[in-house]
């Protein structure tokens, strides 16, 4: 079975620029995440889709990020335009659907390293 | 509100000597608890999960971690560090309930001293 995925991996912008990266969750997954990790800092949550919804956006640091999952398959995450502190690692990770007593693990994919000069 | 706190930011050990890598957590609702290793240019593998059985919790690669609530810690451990478990170590918590966000400490590098 394939694991979460995302592309790029590496993406070295100018600020002001645009940028998309994308996530592939595991199949069957209905449960979505995006986190980042800035430089010496915690990873931290940045937005939760179950299928096409959003059921959390409160981690999104302003409006210059956008989040989507289209048909509740892949989701991408845009940042327009890209600042400097915008700089990090952003994670991906997705979870079958809660059945109570037993958590849900969320998979991790490998990470896309953004680099905003 | 949940948080988590990793004591040591680097932590070293010699090969074969023990590993412990500490987390205490606060939370307002009881907790699931997690250890996630990163591995240099890989992904956030979970190494174990405590989600109210049993307060030992055996992970993989030997890793294992006790919940103690009265200390509200969750640490890890391992009886004899291998030059493999160099990485990156993450604690997270998240509600017992749900499919809620993980919250997350600021990580543990250990390095595995020959």
């Known amino acids: 079975e394939a694991g979460v995925t995302q592309f790029p991996s590496h993406s070295v912008i100018e600020k002001g620029q645009t940028v998309t990266l994308r996530c592939d969750p595991i199949s069957g997954h209905d449960n979505l995440y995006w986190y980042r990790r800035v430089m010496g800092k915690e990873i931290k949550f940045l937005l939760h889709?179950?299928?096409?919804?959003?059921?959390?956006e409160s981690g999104m640091p302003n409006n210059r990020f956008l989040a989507e999952r289209t048909g509740g398959t892949y989701s991408t995450l845009k940042v327009q335009p890209a600042e400097l502190e915008d700089s990090g690692v952003y994670f991906c990770?997705?979870?079958?659907?809660?059945?109570?007593?037993?958590?849900?693990?969320?998979?991790f994919g490998p990470g896309t390293r953004l680099t905003v000069l | 509100a949940q948080s988590v706190t990793q004591l040591g930011s680097h932590v070293s050990v010699s090969e074969g000597a023990l590993v412990l890598l500490r987390c205490n957590y606060s939370s307002s609702v009881p907790p699931y608890l997690f250890w996630y290793v990163q591995y240099p240019n890989q992904g956030l593998q979970l190494l174990l999960k405590y989600t109210s059985a049993a307060t030992l919790v055996k992970g993989i690669n030997g890793f294992e971690a006790e919940f103690k609530k009265s200390e509200t810690s969750f640490h890890l451990t391992k009886p004899s560090a291998h030059m493999s478990d160099a990485a990156e170590y993450f604690c997270?918590?998240?509600?017992?309930?749900?499919?809620?966000?993980?919250?997350f400490g600021t990580g543990t590098r250990l390095t595995i001293i020959p």
């Open positions: 889709f179950v299928k096409e919804s959003k059921q959390d």
């Open positions: 997270a918590v998240r509600p017992n309930f749900g499919n809620e966000k993980l919250t």
């Open positions: 990770a997705s979870s079958q659907e809660d059945r109570g007593p037993v958590t849900d693990t969320q998979y």
